[in-house]
């Protein structure tokens, strides 16, 4: 997979810096479909929790989603979407390309239908999953009309993964609870307190959060995340998230 420039994740800490300042549960899924949209150059943007027996719900697209007949508009990815079982199946975590499953656009049936949200209805369509501790996943779906996505943007998209979870997390519900150590398995031979520091990372949070949250002191954060990136061969914060994601 491609490396990340740093102009491309200055881009990406830009344009989610303004929804973890104000991080408004009423529209933080529609803002954050939003805020990823440029940074593909994309048509549409949809982003929805679900789970393996295909009960999804969508938390935002960008544009917004019509309504379906029931009221709500329906989730974006559910059988017989080629990437469906792919994500909420067998919880594939890479970053996927449509064509990559269903051949040539146009070649294969992508399970549209009316009320969902617009990136599933166009032939050139890239997702990722975000496993959640209690189970499920949080599905990021961004399409375009014209050009397939190219390796650099399915690595841009792996980058969003910490920040998927760290900002939906203000979601009510949508997370569900917490397991002991934040579900980091101990084959990453950390201590209790690392692995709960670890998870906070994976959420987005700031050291000064992580330390109200675990009720020590920022400077002691700092010293545990040391021990972290050393404990999993990691140089930074968002190497350590996108390690941890991948477990989870």
Known sequence: ?????????QQLGAALAPLYAAPDP?????????????LFGAAAVGVECGDAQGRGQLLGAW??????????????????HPLYEELFVR?????LRLTDFAGAPGSGKVGYHPGQPRAASLPYQLAMGTALPGGGLIACLIGRAS????????????FVQPHVAG??????GALGPVPEGGGIPPALGLTRREADI???????????????????SARTVQ?????????????????????AVSWL
């Open 1 to 9: 997979m491609a490396t990340l420039s740093i102009r491309h994740a």
């Open 26 to 38: 009423a529209t933080l899924g529609t803002r954050f479909a939003a805020a990823l949209r440029p």
């Open 63 to 80: 544009p917004p989603a019509r309504q379906a007949q029931g009221g709500q508009p329906a989730a974006q990815l559910r059988p017989p």
């Open 91 to 95: 919880g594939n975590p890479r970053p």
């Open 147 to 158: 050009a397939d996505f190219t390796p650099l943007e399915q690595t841009l998209l792996a």
């Open 167 to 172: 900002l939906l997390a203000h979601l009510p």
């Open 198 to 216: 670890l998870f906070h990372l994976t959420r987005g949070r700031a050291d000064k959060e992580i330390g109200q949250l675990c009720a020590i």
């Open 223 to 243: 010293n545990h995340l040391h021990n972290i990136y050393h404990k999993l061969g990691v140089a930074n914060r968002t190497a350590a998230s996108l390690r």
